[in-house]
């Protein structure tokens, strides 16, 4: 199993999947035409698009950070049928894969707690739901928690409690509010739009700066500016956030993390034309 290893400035940071799945293309870019956004996201019989749960794995050198957990495994059969989820623990095996085990996870950063983000923050074990990363300290924004907890926006699909309750028994959530440094160079930034407490990841190290956009930009596709989800609570919200930060991305330079793009997890973005982003791979 091969992925993209990198270094940004101290922090080794290495893309590893939490699973593939497909969605209704429609939903995933809202009021855009299909025959504009299938050019790039060809979708199968049942109007769905391939996409991947890219999480990274980050090495301060002291702590080993999980961002994102992917779909997990704790799916009917109708739901994995439905979303064309696979039928194993595709994050235990990346995680693995990269010679750690989920012991050795200190910290779990999760952007948001919707399932294809926060569904591998448990696991199965005989039959109950548990923490995935027995060592592990979640941080977790305390409004997204009880947005979730409140079914906020009837959001009561992608808010399962199953992957968010066995945390807090076993005591390992940090509840933050606002931006939040984890460790020195590696912050939490409150974005809000896609849900009221979405927050992104950002790495400013040596010069070196990246981030993780979680879902204000899913896949590269979703760089042109008006090309917004119909999961996105607060869309305009979303739009001016995506032209603020691409902007300053372009400008200084940061390498971007696409938390759901099949082909292309990372890239650097430069402005093409007024409110016109490209990427380079």
């Not at 039959?127 to 906020?152: C, H, L, R, S």
């Not at 807090?168 to 959530?173: A, I, K």
Request: glycine share 8%; charged share 30%; aromatic share 10%.
């Amino acid at each position: 199993m091969s992925y993209l290893i990198m270094k940004l400035g101290k922090f080794e940071i290495q893309t590893v999947s939490g699973g593939k799945y497909k969605l209704d293309g429609g939903a995933m870019f809202g009021v855009i035409p299909k025959p504009l956004w299938e050019k790039t996201n060809p979708a199968d019989e049942k109007n769905r698009i391939d996409l991947e749960t890219n999480c990274l794995l980050i090495d301060s050198g002291d702590k080993k950070i999980l961002v994102d957990t992917g779909n997990g495994t704790k799916f009917s059969p109708k739901e994995k049928d439905i979303f064309g989820l696979e039928n194993r623990s595709v994050l235990e095996e990346s995680i693995k894969a990269k010679g750690l085990e989920p012991l050795d996870i200190d910290i779990v950063i999760l952007s948001h707690l919707h399932f294809d983000h926060a569904g591998g923050a448990t696991m199965n074990e005989s039959g109950k739901a548990v923490p995935a990363f027995p060592k592990a300290t979640y941080i977790i924004q305390k409004g997204e928690w009880e947005d979730a907890m409140n079914n906020f926006g009837i959001m009561k699909y992608s808010y399962r409690k199953e992957n968010l309750i066995p945390l807090q028994e076993s005591g390992q959530v940090e509840f933050i509010e606002g931006d939040f440094e984890v460790v020195p160079g590696l912050h939490t930034r409150v974005t809000g739009a896609h849900t009221r407490y979405h927050q992104i990841i950002q790495i400013d190290s040596k010069d070196d700066k990246g981030v993780y956009l979680a879902d204000l930009v899913p896949t590269t596709s979703h760089l042109k500016l008006p090309y917004l989800m119909a999961y996105d609570l607060f869309p305009h919200e979303v739009l001016l956030k995506k032209k603020e930060l691409l902007t300053q991305a372009a400008e200084e330079k940061w390498r971007i993390f696409f938390d759901h793009d099949p082909k292309a997890p990372t890239g650097k973005i430069f402005k093409e034309k007024e409110d016109v982003f490209g990427i380079e791979v």
